[in-house]
């Protein structure tokens, strides 16, 4: 398939519906050939983010581009956008074929170039031979293929992908991501995709915008999405469970060393990224699988040398067995619940020693 | 019950306890409906002694007084249908995302059909009759100098019918509308469709299988026109339909065979006008009509 425009976006939005504001001062710019994803919870506003550039709500304010071309003036039906939906909307009463080609056929291009073209598509989504069914003739996952293979056929500038794996069972989702990487590495077509689901993000995209009440809280690659969650909404989202605030007691003589206290919770982390004063706090965050859990040892036993730094112990409050591992939830000493993820075989009651890696410590900036 | 019979039924799905269940809506259907109509069928099909079994029927085509309310049933039945119909239609697709004052518009709306035909017919004539408000208004600002005649006509039963089935339709249809998935026609749309063509290639497919119910509907309440006939139309001219036809028959002249034999017409051109219909239906639009919402 021809390569499509370069589709470079720029998008400056409000987007107010009555007093609510959905979009506050909303700033994204996508690269042409670009993935990106539109990641929050429900109602942080990405699908109206995506209905503002598709043109389905109008803006309150602001500015869109594409190419430094302005799109917001043009009503959507001339924005050569393509648009995938979570609950495919096909058009039920017509055949596979004449859902991709309604657009072409729309556009008035000759009959041959309509066939090839339709053909084209429905090989690229491996489903050359159905052209004849109907889309209830089809199951979910073939029928988000018939609406990716629609939204391709008129080759736009630009892929919108609101929640379209939200409505697949949980293989066929998987399935379905690797099918969606693969199409973008083949078309290299700039793709907005939105979702709630840090997976499909985090294993999708170039980069990833990750969105809260209307604002970005933060733009970066999955990896510095993952690694690095510039506040705690982020952190959060991305999987971190178990938040700490810490005063530092003592810092040591490299200046980059402390000891970090509070309520009997002792941690002593080298390479703190952010400048440390005694006695302020510092919020820090470690995610269930970097705890490690053994059983604490009884008394008198050899491993108790280990306990010295960045341990403590807890008592196992819930055990969900999840096949691989287990979904532990362990309350400290000093009451606070910690959830790990482990092999370890507990029990509810079970006395356990926590080891936090200081490596897998993450430090969240303030503010 | 042969038991092959009994199997390819499918009664030996049933349980006793569903059996029971039903026992109340199946004698309904037999007391009210199934019974009542062949027992007018047997009627209509008992004439006088000595005349061949079909005599009421060949009395009724035969005579063209008679014969003439069919068609004058079909003039007021058809016309009315397909006004209400063509005007809900886009009326319900207008408001199908809702529109401003939707509640207010909607009791209007509704009102019709709470109060009845009576009191529809009542207010048409008070509204449109000879010294009505809206004669009198126009003698007065001198558009006209003699009263135009709404009522007591072919005019007068349509307006009335339309008063009274339209809400039907359009609330059946705004129903329809609204159910159909928002995002459909934003895809279209996206694809490049403009409105009109949304409406033409997507949407009215989409509500053919509603607009033919509804029409169905409306086609079967204006076919069986009677109040309305008498109070707002000429029922002894041009619009007396097969209904008044039937009324006299059994009511006036105590004819109950021959009544029924009336009756007996009225339900087969009732049931041609349907299957015309439906046979219309499926050569315009094929296919699936509302939800593939699978998962």
């Not at chain 2, 009198?136 to 007068?156: A, M, P, V």
């Amino acid at each position: 398939m021809e390569r499509a425009a370069i589709g470079h976006i720029e998008v400056q939005i409000t987007k107010r519906f009555g007093k609510k504001t959905v979009l506050d001062n909303f700033t994204l710019n996508v690269k042409g050939r670009e993935f990106i994803t539109l990641l929050g919870p429900s109602g942080c506003g990405k699908t109206t983010a995506l209905n503002c550039i598709a043109g389905l709500v109008p803006l309150s304010e602001g500015k869109i581009f594409v190419d430094g071309e302005r799109l917001d003036t043009i009503p959507p039906e001339k924005r050569g956008i393509g648009m995938v939906f979570q609950n495919y909307a096909l058009f039920p009463h017509m055949t596979v074929f004449k859902n991709i080609s309604f657009g072409l056929e729309l556009q008035k291009k000759p009959l041959d170039e309509v066939k090839s073209r339709v053909n084209e598509v429905l090989s690229l989504i491996r489903l050359q031979g159905f052209g004849d069914r109907f889309p209830g003739q089809l199951s979910g996952g073939q029928q988000q293929r018939v609406a990716i293979a629609r939204a391709l056929a008129p080759r736009p500038k630009l892929l919108l992908l609101d929640e379209p794996l939200s409505n697949l069972d949980a293989k066929l989702r998987l399935d379905m991501r690797g099918e969606l990487k693969n199409l973008h590495r083949e078309l290299g077509l700039t793709s907005i995709y939105v979702t709630h689901d840090q997976c499909e993000a985090l294993s999708l995209s170039d980069r990833i915008a990750v969105i809260h009440e209307g604002m970005i809280q933060q733009v970066g690659t999955p990896k510095e999405i993952y690694e690095k969650p510039a506040n705690l909404f982020v952190a959060d989202f991305m999987g971190c469970e178990n938040f700490f605030t810490l005063k530092v007691r003592a810092i040591e003589s490299d200046g980059k060393t402390a000891l970090l206290e509070q309520d009997g919770f002792r941690l002593r982390l080298s390479n703190i990224p952010q400048p440390i004063t005694i006695g302020h706090e510092v919020t820090l965050t470690i995610r269930p699988d970097d705890i490690q859990v053994t059983h604490a040892p009884s008394l008198g036993s050899q491993v108790q040398v280990k306990e010295e730094q960045n341990t403590t112990s807890g008592v196992v409050h819930v055990v969900q067995y999840l096949g691989k591992e287990n979904d532990i939830e362990i309350f400290l000493e000093n009451n606070k619940k910690i959830r790990v993820r482990s092999p370890e075989k507990v029990e509810r009651g079970d006395k356990v020693t926590l080891y936090f890696n200081p490596e897998k410590i993450i430090f969240i900036p303030k503010g | 019950m042969s038991r092959s019979l009994y199997f390819r039924l499918g009664f030996h799905n049933l349980d006793r306890a569903a059996l029971f269940f039903l026992l109340p809506s199946l004698l309904y259907l037999v007391l009210f409906f199934l019974y009542p109509f062949f027992y007018g069928l047997v009627l209509s099909l008992t004439p006088e002694s000595g005349k061949p079994i079909y005599h009421n029927f060949y009395l009724f085509l035969a005579d063209d007084w008679q014969r003439s309310t069919i068609w004058k049933t079909i003039r007021l039945a058809i016309p009315i249908t397909l006004l209400v119909v063509f005007i809900s239609v886009p009326l319900a697709y207008t408001m199908r995302r809702g529109i401003k004052f939707e509640r207010l518009i909607t009791t209007f709306l509704i009102l019709p059909v709470s109060l009845g035909t009576v009191l529809i017919a009542e207010g048409v004539l008070g509204f449109l009759g000879g010294n009505g408000w809206f004669n009198q208004f126009l003698i007065k600002i001198g558009l006209i100098k003699e009263s135009f005649r709404f009522t007591y006509n072919y005019t007068g039963v349509v307006i009335g019918l339309f008063l009274k089935n339209f809400p039907y339709c359009f609330l059946m249809l705004l129903g329809y509308v609204s159910g159909i998935n928002p995002e459909i026609e934003k895809s279209a749309r996206i694809l490049g469709a403009r409105p009109m063509q949304i409406f033409w290639r997507i949407m009215l497919p989409l509500m053919a299988p509603g607009i033919t119910i509804a029409f169905c509907l409306v086609f079967v309440m204006d076919f069986a026109v009677f109040p309305t006939a008498i109070l707002l139309g000429q029922p002894a001219g041009e619009t007396r339909t097969i209904a008044i036809a039937a009324y006299q028959m059994a009511f006036e002249h105590y004819d109950m065979p021959k009544a029924s034999s009336i009756a007996m017409i009225m339900a087969m051109t009732q049931m041609i006008g349907l299957v015309t219909i439906l046979a219309l239906r499926r050569r315009l639009y094929r296919g699936t009509s509302l939800g593939i919402t699978k998962g």
